[in-house]
């Protein structure tokens, strides 16, 4: 089956610093991807579509200049926290579809929790 | 999308059936209703989805009701490892298109 990955599964790191989080479509080839935000005890909450050659498309309220998406193939994009603050501290999870599943379902990554101290 | 309502969290014993409710009465007619479960620190896993049939596969079984405005979502023999957050969420099936989740029930499976 479809399999997305996530690295890396975890992150500390200092404030002010950036942060890359990757997504990667293993098997198979993805023109969209999504990207959500995840705080304790909270539902998944939509940052972003990711869509390969072109620019991501963002979700109300979430700060293009400090989430930089990057898809640049069919199985790779990237989420970049720049200047991190501890209010980004939050669990990050990608998601790509596979056209060639049955479901038209969405896969999702193990995750990526990042805690900016 | 359409919004769903379901029930904040439910318990089940263990090898019992659970069954998970999910109101979504202002469905379009080319919506699709999905099922996914997030067990704790991990990404969201694909259940089951249909559109008006009711659906079976491994996982769970899906049980729409015919004017589609809610379904259930049913675990016929939970184990702890079911313990998890179920996410229903309606939405179309060609790509692109968002997925949008709500609350989501909180299933905790007891021994």
């Known amino acids: 089956g479809a399999v997305v990955s996530q690295h890396p599964s975890w992150v500390i790191c200092k404030s002010g610093t950036s942060v890359k989080i990757e997504c990667r479509s293993l098997?198979?080839?993805?023109?969209?991807m999504f990207w959500y935000r995840q705080f304790p005890k909270q539902s998944l909450m939509l940052m972003a579509t990711s869509n390969e050659g072109s620019k991501a498309t963002y979700e109300q309220g979430v700060e293009k200049d400090k989430f930089l998406i990057n898809h640049a193939s069919l199985t790779l994009s990237t989420l970049t926290v720049t200047s991190a603050h501890p209010e980004d501290s939050s669990f990050y999870i990608c998601s790509a579809r596979d056209k060639g599943q049955k479901n038209y379902g969405y896969t999702f990554g193990s995750g990526t929790r990042l805690t900016v101290v | 999308d359409a919004k769903t309502t379901q029930p904040t969290s439910m318990d089940c014993a263990e090898g019992r059936a659970a069954n998970l409710p999910c109101n979504h009465s202002t469905i379009s007619g080319n919506e699709y209703v999905y099922w996914y479960r997030q067990i704790h620190s991990q990404g969201p896993q694909y259940i089951i989805h249909g559109l008006k049939n009711n659906e079976t596969n491994e996982m769970a079984s899906l049980i729409i009701t015919e004017d589609r405005k809610s379904s259930t979502l049913i675990l016929p023999h939970a184990t702890l490892r079911d313990t998890a957050v179920y996410y229903c969420i309606v939405r179309v099936e060609t790509g692109g298109f968002k997925t949008i989740f709500g609350a989501g029930t909180r299933l905790f499976v007891k021994a």
């Open positions: 098997d198979f080839q993805a023109t969209t």
